[in-house]
């Protein structure tokens, strides 16, 4: 598969089949992980991968944003350095997004569906993965073998969110 | 009226969660999400009471759950079709607090 088509092909996934993913797939979804960019190459994304029953349910429970349980979930955290300022924040939020798309691309290549999820209860997380200070729970992905791929959500035109040379200018296309 | 005890106390506690958990992520969520918690908690009661034999609603509980789960990600897509979900379901609520009470009077 190539990369346009796992962008236009990946959908959220929000019921899994009950098959497990093997482990081969799954180092390689954390291998896509470690391969994405990051502000000034300093790659402070830690990734915690999930499979321990008891530990998904209980993931799942502190979670109001995840509704079916999945084969896995990657908990991306993010190292935060003390202090940091708005830039700094900034990039951490960029950094982990980016990192989420290399894992859901690369899922989808292998066959399996993801979603992302921001709503989650950071603290509850932290203390069900014991993250030590310092390291901050950003989102969570959640990955298993699914039946069907729901329908595209409907995209607003290219002329409505791109321009060209100056903000407002239409373009061509 | 049924008095039976239909929630087990780990679903309660599960609920107890779930409710906790959002109060929290409606500080920072979209303000839109708050509504959408709440609908999903009635769906994950309504899944914990048509787990248990002792229901006497069943049918109408099922149909809301099964109403609910179709459309409550309306949100994400139609959010006026969500809102006007959300009217449909209260009043079919109402509709059946009604009868509930009727029945009771009888």
Redesign the interface.
């Known amino acids: 598969m190539d990369a346009l088509e796992a962008i236009k092909g990946r959908r959220s996934i929000r019921e899994f089949t009950d098959d497990p993913i093997s482990e081969e797939i799954l180092a390689e979804i954390l291998d896509a992980a470690r391969w994405a960019p990051s502000g000034g190459n300093r790659q402070g994304w830690r990734f915690v991968l999930v499979t321990d029953p008891q530990v998904k349910e209980m993931i799942r429970k502190v979670s109001p944003g995840i509704f079916a349980l999945p084969a896995a979930f990657i908990v991306i955290c993010m190292k935060k350095k003390a202090g940091a300022r708005a830039w700094d924040e900034w990039l951490y939020a960029a950094d982990c997004g980016i990192a989420a798309q290399n894992i859901m691309l690369a899922a989808f290549s292998l066959g399996i569906g993801t979603c992302v999820v921001a709503s989650f209860a950071k603290e509850a997380l932290r203390e069900i993965l014991e993250v030590p200070e310092g390291i901050e729970p950003s989102l969570i992905v959640t990955l298993g073998h699914y039946e069907s791929l729901p329908e595209a959500p409907e995209r607003k035109p290219l002329k409505e969110i791109a321009f060209l040379n100056r903000y407002g200018e239409e373009w061509g296309q | 009226m049924n008095q039976t005890k239909v929630l087990s106390e780990e679903e309660a506690f ?1 609920l107890l ?2 409710l ?3 109060a ?2 409606c500080v920072d ?1 979209p303000e839109t ?1 708050g509504t959408f ?1 709440l609908i ?1 908690a009635a769906s994950r009661l309504l899944d914990f009471l048509l787990k248990s034999e002792e229901v006497e609603d069943r049918e109408f509980y099922s149909h809301l759950k099964e109403e609910i789960d179709e459309k409550k ?1 309306w949100l ?2 139609d959010e006026e079709a969500y809102f006007n979900f959300l009217s449909e379901v209260t009043r079919k609520v109402a509709q059946r607090l009604k009868r509930r009470a009727e029945s009771q009077g009888a």
């Open positions: 599960e969660t779930f906790v958990t959002s929290r992520g969520e999400y918690r999903d990600l994400m897509t």
